[in-house]
């Protein structure tokens, strides 16, 4: 993996900006440091940028504005050649909202490692459903962008637009196709176990359904 600088441009001719909080002179290859730390703390003599580029596990370096800066060939047969894009713009409409919320949890040190499940764009403009884990990188007592990888691909949710559901009901009817319990649910969601059990029952209510499997079968059966 090529350093990044924050002073030079990027292959697209763009300026690569500096890490917020720190002056540009000072910034050198935040990507190439994190790296070079997870080098000696967990692999002592390999590179970790060389065997993330040759693991079959799609892997993502984004930078503290938001900006991909890196992804291994595993992830780009998923979402395609998306360096130097904001990340948001590989994640479903539906799903961005809260994949913006996990990203400045970590960016502000509010969060360590999240799990969480998301629906990606991919390279055909298809949705693809995944369930992603994620790190803050840190340099000193500043953090400079987000490492993660995906650790499963599932079953892609179906829209829903024959269903008089709320974008956040159907965010939750989704996690329900996807199995999720109702704690689940409000962890994911960063709800109240209170709220999503309001959901469901709206959900129950608007589907005409008795139960959360018979919810789920019904909505596939509209599909």
């Given at each position: 993996?090529?350093?990044?600088?924050?002073?030079?441009?990027?292959?697209?001719?763009?300026?690569?900006?500096?890490?917020?909080?720190?002056?540009?002179?000072?910034?050198?290859?935040?990507?190439?440091?994190?790296?070079?730390?997870?080098?000696?703390?967990?692999?002592?003599?390999?590179?970790?940028?060389?065997?993330?580029?040759?693991?079959?596990?799609?892997?993502?370096?984004?930078?503290?504005?938001?900006?991909?800066?890196?992804?291994?060939?595993?992830?780009?047969?998923?979402?395609?050649?998306?360096?130097?894009?904001?990340?948001?713009?590989?994640?479903?409409?539906?799903?961005?909202?809260?994949?913006?919320?996990?990203?400045?949890?970590?960016?502000?040190?509010?969060?360590?490692?999240?799990?969480?499940?998301?629906?990606?764009?991919?390279?055909?403009?298809?949705?693809?459903?995944?369930?992603?884990?994620?790190?803050?990188?840190?340099?000193?007592?500043?953090?400079?962008?987000?490492?993660?990888?995906?650790?499963?691909?599932?079953?892609?949710?179906?829209?829903?637009p024959e269903l008089p559901l709320t974008p956040?009901?159907?965010?939750?009817?989704?996690?329900?196709?996807?199995?999720?319990?109702?704690?689940?649910?409000?962890?994911?969601?960063?709800?109240?176990?209170?709220?999503?059990?309001?959901?469901?029952?709206?959900?129950?209510?608007?589907?005409?359904?008795?139960?959360?499997?018979?919810?789920?079968?019904?909505?596939?059966?509209?599909?």
């Amino acid at each position: 993996m090529a350093p990044v600088r924050a002073v030079r441009k990027d292959a697209r001719g763009g300026r690569l900006g500096a890490v917020p909080g720190q002056p540009e002179e000072s910034v050198q290859s935040w990507s190439a440091t994190q790296l070079r730390f997870l080098e000696m703390t967990m692999l002592q003599s390999t590179r970790v940028d060389e065997l993330l580029e040759h693991l079959n596990v799609p892997s993502y370096v984004i930078d503290a504005a938001g900006v991909i800066r890196w992804l291994n060939p595993a992830a780009k047969k998923i979402v395609g050649d998306v360096e130097g894009r904001q990340f948001t713009s590989v994640v479903a409409p539906d799903h961005t909202r809260r994949a913006r919320d996990l990203f400045a949890r970590k960016v502000v040190g509010a969060a360590t490692v999240t799990d969480a499940g998301f629906v990606l764009v991919d390279s055909t403009g298809g949705r693809v459903a995944v369930e992603i884990s994620s790190v803050p990188l840190r340099r000193g007592e500043h953090v400079v962008g987000v490492f993660g990888q995906v650790t499963d691909l599932v079953e892609t949710p179906h829209a829903h637009p024959e269903l008089p559901l709320t974008p956040r009901q159907a965010e939750v009817l989704d996690l329900l196709e996807r199995g999720r319990t109702t704690r689940q649910i409000a962890a994911e969601l960063h709800l109240s176990i209170d709220t999503v059990r309001n959901h469901v029952r709206h959900i129950l209510h608007a589907v005409g359904a008795h139960s959360r499997l018979e919810a789920v079968a019904i909505a596939h059966g509209a599909h």
